[in-house]
C-alpha cells in the first residue's frame, strides 16, 4: 500500500495559464475524491468519482475546473483561465466502497500558487 | 445546511490529556471522523466513528460522541510534542463527501 500520491506537490503559474494536477489513489479504491482548502479553513468537496463515473460535483467547481478518471485509476484535475482565487492545496481523497465504512485516505496535496 | 464547527486553538502541556470539540448539525450524518493535518501535508486518519456508537477507544485516543447534541470529542492521552499539529472534525453520510470542520490548532509545550 503506496498510498494516494498526487502530482505535482508544489505549481506556480501566472493568471490566466491553465494547470492541471494528477491523483493516483490507493490501488484498490474504486472511489476518488477532490477537495480544495484555502489558508486557514477546512478542505471543502469538489467533486467525487466511483471508477469512471463522476456521481457529484460541488457548486464550488466552476466551469474553468474539469476532473476525469478515464479508466477509472488515476484522476486529472484541470483549472482553466487561472484565477487569484484558485490559490489553495488541491487534496485528493480515496476509499473502497462497499459494505460498512471505509474512510477515505488523503495525498499530501498539490499547492497552487497564482502570481 | 450542513456545518462542522470547532474551537480554533488548544494549548496543553506535554503529558497531560487534551480534549478537542466539535459541533455538527446534519442529524443524517452516518459516520464522524478526526483528521490530524502537520503543516504542508495532507490528512492523515485518526479515527472514526460510525453515529450509532457513543464510544471509541483506540490507543491514546477516544472519541466520545453525543448523538442527541450532536457533539463530537476527541480525547489524546499523555499528549506528546509530535501531536502538535491541526486537527479536522468531519462528518459524512455513508462513503459520500466529507464535510469538515475549520480545524483545531493544537499546540504542546514542555
Known amino acids: 500500500d503506496t498510498g494516494v500520491s498526487q502530482n505535482p506537490r508544489h505549481k506556480i503559474t501566472k493568471r490566466g495559464q491553465n494547470v492541471t494536477f494528477r491523483c493516483d489513489p490507493i490501488?484498490?479504491?474504486?472511489?476518488l475524491y477532490w477537495y480544495r482548502q484555502t489558508l486557514g479553513q477546512g478542505p471543502e468537496f469538489l467533486t467525487y468519482?466511483?471508477?469512471?463515473?463522476?456521481?457529484?460535483k460541488s457548486r464550488l467547481l466552476s466551469d474553468r475546473f474539469s476532473a476525469e478518471r478515464p479508466k477509472g485509476s488515476f484522476s486529472t484535475l484541470e483549472i482553466q483561465r487561472t484565477e487569484q482565487g484558485d490559490s489553495a492545496m488541491y487534496l485528493c481523497?480515496?476509499?473502497?466502497?462497499?459494505?460498512?465504512?471505509?474512510?477515505?485516505?488523503f495525498g499530501d496535496g498539490t499547492r497552487l500558487s497564482i502570481l | 445546511g450542513e456545518d462542522v464547527e470547532q474551537s480554533l486553538f488548544l494549548s496543553v502541556r506535554e503529558g497531560d490529556s487534551s480534549v478537542i470539540n466539535c459541533t455538527y448539525t446534519d442529524s443524517s450524518s452516518t459516520y464522524l471522523y478526526w483528521y490530524k493535518q502537520e503543516p504542508g501535508a495532507g490528512l492523515q486518519l485518526l479515527t472514526y466513528?460510525?453515529?450509532?456508537?457513543d464510544m471509541k477507544q483506540d490507543q491514546r485516543l477516544t472519541v466520545l460522541l453525543n448523538k442527541k447534541d450532536k457533539h463530537l470529542s476527541l480525547r489524546i492521552a499523555d499528549t506528546q510534542t509530535g501531536d502538535s499539529a491541526i486537527y479536522f472534525c468531519a462528518e459524512s453520510y455513508n462513503t459520500d463527501k466529507l464535510i469538515f470542520g475549520t480545524g483545531t490548532r493544537l499546540q504542546v509545550f514542555p
Open positions: 466513528i460510525f453515529s450509532n456508537m
Open positions: 468519482f466511483q471508477n469512471e463515473a463522476q456521481l457529484e
Open positions: 490501488s484498490e479504491h474504486n472511489r
Open positions: 481523497a480515496s476509499s473502497l466502497a462497499q459494505y460498512g465504512n471505509q474512510p477515505q485516505h
